[in-house]
């Protein structure tokens, strides 16, 4: 059941309804058998898996806190296994030609043992006290809107609004609402037209070169940015509503001036997963092998950064799957972070003799131009089946480039006409009109809102003109959405 399915916009508000209707101290209850209901109603063959995630990690956390040394090492060593064996079993033996299609991957199974293994290691760690309330934690690792595709949410953030039973107030239920219209907008008029165009291109990539294949390259930045983005602001306003407040996943990635920048604003919640449980550890385990200032002519500290970065993106790659071009995305990401640490003096140097400064718009310009355009380099290789796909899709990229290059000096233009969109790029030129207007409306939206605070804005105006951009949204949905079934990209990860 999608968050975007007639069936969901029905169940959710008579939710909603009986939720607020009962005392307050069975709206948590309630939560945790709609929640379960939920998951049983999508996944009932893994139902048993998401129990078994409960219980083991539940009791493990209970007994990490209570014993000390080796005891509490080996606890805490067997429930991280158990939780990667869950992850691996389901994610990664399908990948094997001997099973396929035995195994397929349970939704959520990514997200929820993610939030598991945070949960434990903080325990482990001694940041935070073990939940003894088998129920608060039940509904802290199964919580319906997030079990999906997340956030991935701290236990030290949502544990303690879990036992503060919220009560009813209608402007965060308004502010959730505004929430859902704004992810559905994203998700059926954004994502799910360009997914058209991108997965023809994509699908017949042998058929296109040069500018059709850039730009459905640049479609599917876009697509996957409003898809993910989309489920996260349906999934925050939800739990708003119900008076929980989910973590702020995106932050416009694409207006990042560096890669560094980039991933701050891109995933927020798998990406400080990243940094506190992969990249910081390793980054401290090398250093204290490291006793020399420099190796083979680098300085360790750059040493230790490039080792750590490659590790966390090539595992970033690898969970989303064991395909090379996974990898392959995780790791361009890592080498261009490492690259881009590497060059750092001699960019500033660059920058000073073209008198660039930093508050300068030029670098701005310059910053968003080049990462833009490395992030959609790296997602090639994501969107692409395979390896060899993506190196296809490149190649052809640069062949169609250099005709196009030669039918402009030849001012051969009706050619390059033919050359630009090739045969066509799955959509009308109407419904191209509306893709390119719906990217542009949502990067413009989602800019005036970090300028102005458009939701402070919109809450101090008239009822009237409130409720009439409701129903311009409502129906610009209804009228310019992909309305089919889609179901959200990163429900496969």
């Not at 434990?120 to 595709?149: C, H, M």
């Not at 017949?204 to 059709?212: E, K, L, R």
């Not at 640490?341 to 080049?370: D, E, F, N, P, Y």
């Amino acid at each position: 059941m999608s968050f975007i399915s007639f069936t969901f916009f029905i169940l959710f508000p008579l939710f909603t309804i009986l939720f607020f209707k009962l005392k307050k101290e069975f709206r948590l209850s309630f939560i945790l058998i709609g929640s379960m209901a939920f998951y049983f109603h999508i996944e009932p063959r893994f139902f048993l898996v998401l129990i078994a995630s409960i219980i083991g990690n539940y009791f493990s956390s209970v007994m990490i806190e209570r014993n000390k040394g080796s005891r509490k090492n080996i606890l805490f060593l067997l429930c991280v296994l158990f939780n990667i064996a869950i992850l691996g079993i389901f994610k990664y033996l399908d990948h094997f030609n001997t099973i396929k299609n035995e195994f397929y991957l349970p939704l959520g199974l990514s997200f929820f043992t993610f939030t598991s293994l945070a949960y434990i290691i903080d325990i482990y760690r001694g940041q935070l006290a073990a939940e003894k309330n088998i129920g608060v934690f039940s509904v802290f690792l199964t919580f319906f809107p997030k079990i999906q595709q997340g956030p991935i949410e701290r236990a030290k953030d949502l544990l303690p609004q879990l036992k503060v039973p919220p009560g009813f107030d209608y402007q965060r239920i308004t502010d959730g609402m505004r929430m859902m219209l704004w992810g559905s907008f994203k998700k059926t008029v954004v994502a799910d037209r360009l997914a058209v165009a991108v997965n023809h291109v994509y699908g017949n990539q042998s058929n296109y070169s040069g500018a059709p294949l850039i730009l459905a390259t640049v479609f599917f930045a876009f697509q996957i940015y409003a898809d993910f983005s989309g489920y996260t602001d349906i999934a925050r306003g939800l739990a708003l509503i119900l008076g929980y407040r989910l973590a702020i996943n995106f932050n416009r990635p694409y207006a990042a001036r560096s890669i560094g920048d980039f991933w701050s604003r891109w995933h927020i919640s798998f990406s400080n997963w990243l940094r506190d449980y992969i990249f910081l550890p390793v980054s401290s385990f090398i250093s204290w092998k490291l006793k020399r200032r420099a190796y083979f002519g680098l300085d360790t500290n750059h040493l230790i950064y490039g080792a750590a970065v490659f590790m966390t993106f090539f595992i970033c790659g690898l969970w989303h799957g064991l395909g090379m071009n996974y990898i392959t995305w995780g790791l361009l990401f890592a080498l261009f972070l490492v690259l881009s640490r590497l060059t750092i003096k001699i960019r500033t140097r660059i920058k000073k003799s073209l008198h660039i400064t930093r508050r300068s718009s030029l670098q701005g310009l310059l910053g968003i131009s080049a990462t833009f355009t490395l992030v959609c380099f790296a997602w090639i290789f994501f969107r692409a089946e395979n390896l060899q796909a993506a190196i296809n899709i490149i190649r052809n990229i640069f062949i169609g480039l250099k005709t196009m290059a030669i039918t402009l000096k030849n001012l051969e233009f009706d050619q390059l006409k033919s050359l630009l969109l090739g045969s066509g790029l799955g959509l009308s030129k109407n419904e191209l009109l509306i893709a390119f207007l719906a990217v542009i409306f949502m990067e413009s939206i989602e800019y005036l809102n970090m300028r102005f605070d458009l939701q402070k804005k919109f809450q101090v105006k008239p009822i009237y003109f409130r409720w009439a951009v409701y129903y311009t949204f409502v129906l610009v949905i209804l009228y310019f959405g992909v309305l089919k079934d889609r179901g959200f990209i990163y429900s496969q990860f």
